[in-house]
Nanobody
């Protein structure tokens, strides 16, 4: 069964940039859409960005223009490039298949603070 491993989180100052990665245990990105989600303390998990098998992308309004989702099919990895980070972007970031979700991974913590 496919598994996702998220990595690349850390502490960054407001206005800074960070790139997080989601690596799959199988080659699936040409077949399935993959999305990044985030969950802040005390809040529900929310959808941040999606990349579809054909390459189309969608973004939540709160990150549009600041975040970019991309993928490398050879490396079985989906990336989320985050620019102009704000304190409200602080959360644990996860990836999953939005249409046929699997068990959630551990996520990667992103903290935006001065």
């Amino acid at each position: 069964q496919v598994q996702f491993v998220e990595s690349g989180g850390g502490l960054v100052q407001p206005g800074g940039s960070l790139r997080v990665s989601c690596t799959a245990s199988q080659s699936i990105f040409s077949t399935y859409a993959v999305a990044w989600y985030r969950q802040a303390p005390g809040k529900q998990r929310e959808l941040v960005a999606t990349i579809f098998s054909g390459g189309d992308r969608n973004y939540a309004g709160s990150v549009k223009g600041r975040f970019t989702i991309s993928r490398d099919n050879v490396k079985n990895t989906v990336y989320l490039q985050m620019n102009d980070l704000k304190p409200e972007d602080t959360a644990v970031y996860y990836c999953n298949r939005p249409l046929t979700p699997i068990a959630w991974g551990q996520g990667t913590q992103v903290t935006v603070s001065s």
